[in-house]
């Protein structure tokens, strides 16, 4: 059966090889059979720039590069600074923030899902000014232990700041995912980011839609399956690999 593969929120890191390990034998043995595999960020736990070549991003690199199908990539939060040496290395092809792709015969939004959290405008302000290309400019010119040091600042400031949010604040604003579903014309929206793996179905416009959520890779890996009939989120088992 023809089908595409998303994923997303792996975080990987040295720190947690039962999940690299999860993630390397799913590129192994699952990836292969798909049309596509598409990755919708926060594949690392976090990058300061592909000049870090770590054995975990030079195995990741070979992992995408070897499964001889497509493999495309939209950035998280927490790897926005995977850049174009990382893609060319894993053969995989950069996308741009909000992706309208043609799943058999679907138009389907594809994105990180960071964007949709207009509620919590902490992070919204720390995106804007993390994105600002000369800041990165500047940044990627740092020796990579002082951006280690910064990268390990943001984290603690972010998990600080994480403590004085709801988890209402979040989630995805519902207006904010009406809103990109009708700007980009579509009846589908795949994201992560929130790690609330889930099938919404509603309307808009009087038209049925559905919003696909992503699970995270924490205590189980999570993969969207999409075939031309049917959307399947599958939980994959990470004992195997211990
Ligand atoms: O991912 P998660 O769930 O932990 O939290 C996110 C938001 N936090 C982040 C921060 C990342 O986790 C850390 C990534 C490290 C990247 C290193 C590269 C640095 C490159 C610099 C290039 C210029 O994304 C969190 C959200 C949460 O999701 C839910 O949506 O709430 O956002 C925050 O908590 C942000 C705070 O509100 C504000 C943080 C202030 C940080 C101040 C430092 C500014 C320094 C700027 C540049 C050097
Ligand atoms: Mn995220």
Same mark, same amino acid.
């Given at each position: %059966?023809? $089908?595409?593969?998303?994923?997303?929120?792996?975080?990987?890191?040295? +720190?947690?090889?039962?999940?690299?390990?999860?993630?390397?034998?799913? %590129?192994?043995? /699952?990836?292969?059979?798909?049309?596509? *595999?598409? #990755?919708?960020?926060?594949?690392?736990?976090?990058? &300061? +720039?592909?000049? /870090?070549?770590?054995?975990? =991003?030079?195995?990741?690199?070979?992992?995408?590069?070897? !499964?001889?199908?497509?493999?495309?990539?939209? $950035?998280? =939060?927490?790897?926005? %600074? #995977? +850049?174009?040496?990382?893609?060319?290395?894993?053969?995989?092809?950069?996308?741009?923030?909000?992706?309208?792709?043609?799943?058999?015969? /679907?138009?389907?939004? &594809?994105?990180?899902?960071?964007?949709? !959290?207009?509620?919590?405008?902490? @992070?919204?302000? @720390?995106?804007? &000014?993390?994105?600002?290309?000369?800041?990165?400019?500047?940044?990627?010119?740092?020796?990579?232990?002082?951006?280690?040091?910064?990268?390990?600042?943001?984290? +603690?400031?972010?998990?600080?700041?994480?403590?004085?949010?709801? &988890?209402?604040?979040?989630? #995805?604003?519902?207006?904010?995912?009406?809103?990109? %579903?009708?700007?980009?014309?579509?009846?589908?929206?795949?994201?992560?980011?929130?790690?609330?793996?889930?099938?919404?179905?509603?309307?808009?416009?009087?038209?049925?839609?559905?919003?696909?959520?992503?699970?995270?890779?924490?205590?189980?890996?999570?993969? *969207?399956? #999409?075939?031309?009939?049917?959307?399947?989120?599958?939980?994959?088992?990470?004992?195997?690999?211990?």
């Amino acid at each position: %059966m023809p $089908h595409t593969l998303f994923i997303a929120d792996l975080h990987l890191s040295a +720190g947690r090889p039962d999940i690299t390990a999860a993630f390397l034998r799913f %590129m192994a043995e /699952e990836a292969p059979k798909a049309d596509a *595999l598409y #990755v919708l960020g926060d594949l690392f736990e976090f990058s &300061i +720039g592909d000049d /870090e070549q770590s054995p975990l =991003n030079r195995r990741v690199a070979s992992a995408f590069r070897d !499964c001889g199908v497509p493999v495309f990539f939209i $950035h998280g =939060n927490r790897d926005f %600074m #995977v +850049g174009r040496r990382f893609a060319r290395e894993a053969g995989l092809t950069l996308l741009p923030e909000h992706q309208v792709i043609d799943l058999y015969g /679907e138009p389907t939004l &594809i994105m990180h899902g960071d964007t949709l !959290c207009t509620d919590d405008a902490g @992070y919204q302000r @720390y995106r804007r &000014i993390t994105r600002l290309g000369w800041l990165q400019w500047l940044f990627l010119r740092l020796p990579l232990k002082k951006r280690l040091g910064i990268a390990d600042g943001i984290r +603690g400031k972010s998990a600080e700041a994480k403590q004085d949010k709801s &988890i209402t604040i979040m989630d #995805v604003n519902q207006g904010e995912v009406a809103r990109q %579903m009708r700007k980009a014309g579509v009846r589908r929206l795949i994201h992560g980011h929130t790690h609330r793996p889930a099938i919404h179905r509603f309307d808009l416009h009087g038209q049925p839609v559905q919003r696909i959520v992503l699970g995270d890779w924490y205590t189980q890996g999570s993969v *969207l399956v #999409v075939t031309p009939e049917t959307e399947t989120l599958q939980g994959l088992s990470l004992g195997e690999n211990r």
